[in-house]
């Protein structure tokens, strides 16, 4: 019932022209076959009178006029609801895409909220205007079958009760199966993603290399086609019951409709009219079509309602991370690059029992290079992760010049960071796109965009694109130039400098870059040192190196910390690993 107010009401904001013009058009064509009926009882009249047929010119003038009437309605009506059909699928996707932004990523690192947005997102087309089109009709259903039962009742309740009574298994019957669909299709949401997830394995450009090369693309198929068939059967066997159940209770209405003409007829006979029998069968037959509409109807709002559910159980998910986040703005990280400070930070995954990250203590001093190094696994990512606020602190916490950074507002906090993640995303945009997109609002500035692709050292690449930075990179839209990984990490390491923050965070930026691309790319962020505090992950010596701070991690704890001459001739880990690459170059 809640769901249904919902419903009404995000129809009603969304379009109240086309909800006025929907029931005032219900209405009126629920009375065209009274006015018929009158009309037809006036001319009948008024032909018994008439002496010329001139005198009779305005009766098909009216029925012409009824008929024009009603033709005006049927087609306003169509034309209402095509509008109002699409506003309420627009409303509702847009509601869908809208929670999704307000979702946290441990909410998208959870099969559960995956499930709920794919069943979301089935009903969020269709459903909320079909549950609104359809209380639409059971009312109007309940008015005539109100007005039909009326006569009914007057002649003999117990007729009007058996009547009533016979369309109601029907519906109870068809309850059951819609819920035993809805409880199936829950369920199977996940093989269902799981099988999308196989479809956009094969139709997507990435993985086309993998999935050829390990002939893996009949495998899948087959696992898709197995899975269509397993739905398809358990869908068949459902509905097969539901048929044979609905002619078995079909027949329980059928009998119980005529143990009510037994009572007319019995009644008729009482009073010995035949023309009240007559009325009588004309009357049962009216009255049962409208409670079939009514009670039925009843049945389908019940589907709908069911299936709603769906939708608002997604629309009122409580994202699992809900940042508090303080009003300080700016004024906490403007002025230059900021010291940042972890202070026992722990932090475990949600549902992971080990702590990524340990009692994790360090500074970062404004405007110098920390180098994070350790093997994978190690909890380097999470602590960048921590930093650009995606995820809270077990305990501990995160300062910035001394505040805390959940006292900063989220979005200010945001704009201070210029990360390039490990996964970055190659962007299916122009070149300008793809570097603007670090600060959007700078997307025309054309000096600032060529800059920042210099500094990335996109220089050359530029030169060979056909339109410049204005060039589509990619492969998905028209005259797309596909770039190397290593140019790609490099656009988004354009990206990152683009956005002209004062903590510069590179995650293993330079993993696909070659040797020389690698040094020029350091040489450039050093020569920018003064400019932002910044956090550098990578694998390798030659640029870990360079740092002013190198933090040594494992299994989520710093065990060593220094410059690298100062953790060299300490000889612990870092020595040792540093040997063991540099090894990899002498032998
Ligand atoms: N989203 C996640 N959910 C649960 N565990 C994760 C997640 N991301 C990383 N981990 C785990 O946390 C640990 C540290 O990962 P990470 O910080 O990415 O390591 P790295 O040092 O290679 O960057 C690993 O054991 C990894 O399995
Ligand atoms: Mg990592």
């Not at 959870?110 to 209380?135: C, D, H, I, K, W």
């Not at 029998?277 to 019940?302: D, E, T, W």
């Not at 940042?340 to 994790?360: G, H, M």
Request: charged share 20%; hydrophobic share 45%.
């Amino acid at each position: 019932m809640r769901n249904w107010v919902r419903v009404l009401g995000l129809v009603w904001v969304t379009g109240r022209g086309g909800v006025v013009g929907i029931v005032f058009t219900t209405a009126l064509d629920a009375l065209m076959p009274a006015v018929q009926v009158v009309l037809l009882g006036v001319t009948v009249n008024a032909v018994l009178r008439a002496e010329r047929p001139s005198e009779l010119v305005v009766y098909p003038l009216l029925f012409g006029l009824v008929a024009c009437l009603s033709l005006v309605f049927t087609a306003l009506q169509g034309y209402w609801q095509a509008s109002l059909e699409q506003r309420v699928s627009n409303t509702f996707n847009l509601k869908l895409v809208e929670k999704s932004a307000q979702l946290s990523l441990p909410d998208f690192e959870n099969p559960r909220v995956y499930n709920m947005l794919q069943l979301a997102t089935r009903e969020a087309t269709g459903r909320p205007f079909q549950m609104f089109s359809q209380l639409v009709a059971t009312i109007s259903g309940g008015i005539s079958l109100v007005s039909v039962t009326g006569i009914l009742i007057s002649w003999n309740p117990l007729v009007a009760f058996l009547v009533l009574l016979s369309p109601i298994l029907p519906v109870f019957v068809n309850q059951f199966f819609v819920k035993r669909l809805w409880q199936v299709e829950r369920e199977r949401s996940e093989e269902r993603r799981r099988g999308e997830y196989l479809l956009a394995l094969m139709t997507n450009d990435k993985p086309y290399k993998e999935t050829r090369l390990f002939g893996l693309v009949p495998h899948f198929i087959q696992t898709y086609r197995t899975m269509l068939g397993r739905f398809y059967d358990v869908d068949m066997d459902i509905e097969r019951k539901r048929s044979l159940a609905s002619v078995v209770s079909g027949f329980v209405g059928v009998a119980v409709t005529a143990i009510a003409i037994f009572f007319a007829i019995s009644d008729a006979l009482a009073v010995s009219d035949v023309g009240r029998l007559a009325a009588y069968v004309s009357a049962i037959a009216a009255v049962s079509v409208a409670a079939q509409m009514f009670i039925g109807g009843f049945g389908q709002l019940f589907e709908h309602t069911l299936f709603l559910g769906n939708l608002f159980d997604f629309l009122d998910l409580r994202p699992v991370l809900e940042f508090e986040s303080g009003d300080k703005g700016a004024r906490v990280i403007s002025g230059g690059p900021p010291t940042i400070v972890f202070e026992n930070v722990t932090f475990c995954y949600p549902d992971q029992d080990r702590p990524a990250l340990s009692s994790f203590s360090a500074t970062f001093h404004p405007g110098k290079t920390v180098a994070l190094v350790g093997a994978n696994g190690a909890g380097k990512s999470t602590i960048v992760k921590l930093l650009a606020r995606l995820y809270e602190p077990t305990e501990g916490r995160i300062l910035i010049n001394d505040t805390d950074i959940r006292e900063i507002k989220l979005d200010t906090y945001r704009k201070q960071l210029a990360v390039l993640f490990q996964d970055f995303i190659q962007y299916e945009a122009s070149l300008r796109q793809n570097i603007a997109y670090g600060r959007l609002e700078a997307m025309e500035d054309n000096e600032r965009v060529i800059s920042a692709a210099q500094r990335a050292k996109l220089a050359d690449v530029i030169d060979e694109l056909p339109y410049g930075i204005d060039s589509q990179l990619g492969k998905w839209f028209s005259e797309g130039r596909q770039l190397s990984g290593g140019q790609w990490q490099r656009v988004a390491l354009a990206r990152a400098l683009f956005r002209g923050a004062p903590i510069i965070v590179l995650d293993e930026p330079t993993a696909s870059l070659d040797a020389q691309a690698e040094e020029a790319v350091f040489e450039q962020i050093n020569s920018e040192e003064s400019a932002a505090t910044k956090l550098l992950i990578s694998h390798r010596f030659s640029t870990v190196r360079t740092a002013d701070e190198i933090l040594v991690i494992s299994d989520g704890e710093l065990i060593e910390q220094g410059t690298h001459s100062s953790l060299v001739s300490a000889g612990g880990v870092y020595a040792h690993m540093y040997a063991l690459q540099a090894k990899g170059y002498t032998d």
